[in-house]
């Protein structure tokens, strides 16, 4: 039991998306009461269950444990966004929309109210709403790096990679040593031919994470992609390279960069590293 | 007029591509082979489903997928993507650019986008939207799948046979899409073979 309870604790802290794997470890846990052994933390799973439900489609399940969640705090703001987001799932956005308004209205500064609304709106499809709401609730909280990340994705869906290198670059401001929002950063500027610049942020990634192999490949992509750009004649307009480092350099970090790949490779099987290997010779 | 096959494998993976990552936009290539004027989509190879617009990792992936493709007489001969908005059915332009990345080095190449709405448990038909390339501009073929009967003169796209459908869509129920593992989850595991995912190969072998 108590393991089910680590791994659902370890699922929140991660903040990744499982919600199968939360149904199934919680399930028996549910059928059981065994959910009362976390104690304090029952809440925080009844919560997680919730979400991973109504992810899942098992709105009767969600609707249970929501029952439990209100009977333990029935005047909770925190509970009456569930109550918004079942609403979501089971497709009756103005209902929710009513319910987050209602939240606002108690608390202007709610930040949950706000976020969800921000949510109804794009998954609605309404992308020029949902950024305009986005940039006001930026404009207040500015150093909530999430929605930094949430505007930068959203730009990107409209192939706005200015915007959205201006929205990961307020990310790397407020978190400079996560190698993750440097790859974002640094496959942006690829993306708009800012090969110096993506040159310098996949080696920030290489510095703030070991083995990073997703770093190398960038590495050994953009420096030869730099050589290629400077071997040709006519340069294309597109392509940023004037802070890229000497050809010495770059053929130094090209060679380094196929090194770490190979070493990478060799817990990789047969196929992997045999195809790996024929594209670092490429 | 040459005849697009759709092949158990091929349909299955993308699909489960899509299973695996609902809230996001996925996208992969498809292997095809051809004979005479008949092109076979015989695999799927599944590439990301984070940051679907961006080009370093998707240029690096198309370039080792022809390299694997080339060892097994093949060519990579399609693209795929699903949008994490279902109502969008639409190739995107990013798509759009990367689909061209994939015409560039096979002529006939297709892009496919996914229409989640026909891979519910009770949908009878194909989920694939095919989106050819006509005059540099991509040109959808609505209904492609659906027109004519199997080697029919309207039909361009066929399923190979009536089980495709039918072990997807067994595949999903059972989960299988815990077993696929795409460039994105590679990179962050070597370990993972994006190329040929074997392991589920063999549950759809014998689905």
């Known amino acids: ?282 | 007029m040459s005849e697009h096959t759709v092949s158990s494998q091929a349909y299955a993976k993308a699909v489960l591509h899509c299973a695996k990552y609902p809230w996001a936009t996925v996208q992969g290539l498809f292997l095809t082979e051809t004979k005479d004027n008949k092109i076979r989509y015989i695999d799927a190879i599944p590439l990301s489903h984070t940051w679907t617009q961006l080009t370093p990792m998707f240029d690096i992936a198309l370039q080792q997928a022809q390299i694997y493709a080339a060892s097994k007489n093949l060519s990579v001969g399609g693209y795929y993507v699903a949008y994490e908005d279902p109502n969008n059915i639409q190739l995107s332009a990013s798509s759009a650019l990367l689909a061209k990345a994939v015409l560039a080095i096979n002529s006939n190449a297709v892009a496919f986008v996914i229409d989640a709405k026909h891979l519910a448990p009770e949908s009878v038909r194909s989920g694939l939207i095919p989106f050819v390339s006509v005059d540099a501009q991509w040109k959808e073929q609505a209904g492609a799948f659906d027109s004519g009967k199997k080697g029919g003169k309207g039909s361009e796209f066929v399923l190979e046979n009536n089980r495709v459908l039918v072990t997807a869509k067994k595949l999903i129920a059972e989960r299988a899409e815990a077993a696929i593992h795409d460039f994105d989850e590679h990179l962050d595991d070597v370990s993972l073979d994006w190329l040929q995912n074997p392991l589920l190969n063999e549950q759809i072998r014998t689905a």
């Open chain 1, 1 to 282: 039991m108590s393991s089910s309870l680590e791994l659902l604790a370890e699922i929140r802290q991660s903040s990744e998306r499982r919600p199968f794997a939360v149904l199934k470890l919680a399930e028996p846990l549910l059928n059981t009461r065994g959910v009362s052994r976390a104690g304090d933390d029952a809440w925080l799973v009844y919560e997680q269950v919730f979400v991973s439900a109504i992810d899942e489609g098992q709105i009767e399940l969600a609707k249970a444990v929501l029952v439990i969640l209100r009977t333990r705090f029935p005047s909770s703001q925190r509970v009456k966004r569930l109550y918004g987001m079942i609403n979501e799932a089971v497709g009756h956005p103005d209902e929710a929309k009513t319910i987050y308004k209602e939240m606002l209205e108690a608390d202007e500064t709610n930040i949950l109210a706000s976020k969800r609304l921000i949510a109804l709106l794009k998954s609605y499809g309404h992308i020029g709403e949902t950024v305009k709401q986005l940039v006001a609730y930026l404009d207040i909280h500015n150093n909530d790096f999430e929605a930094w990340l949430e505007l930068s994705n959203l730009y990107l869906t409209q192939n706005l990679y200015p915007q959205a290198a201006f929205c990961m670059e307020e990310v790397i401001m407020q978190q400079p040593a996560n190698h993750y929002f440097h790859l974002c950063y640094a496959e942006i500027s690829y993306s708009m031919g800012n090969f110096d610049l993506a040159l310098k942020e996949y080696l920030r990634v290489v510095e703030l994470s070991t083995d990073n192999v997703r770093g190398f490949y960038g590495i050994k992509l953009v420096a030869d992609r730099i050589r290629d750009i400077r071997a040709k004649p006519k340069r294309d307009q597109n392509a940023r390279i004037d802070d890229a480092p000497q050809p010495a350099t770059l053929d130094r970090l090209s060679q380094l960069a196929t090194e770490r790949l190979v070493a990478a490779y060799n817990g990789a099987n047969d196929t992997c590293k045999k195809t790996a290997e024929e594209w670092l010779k490429a």
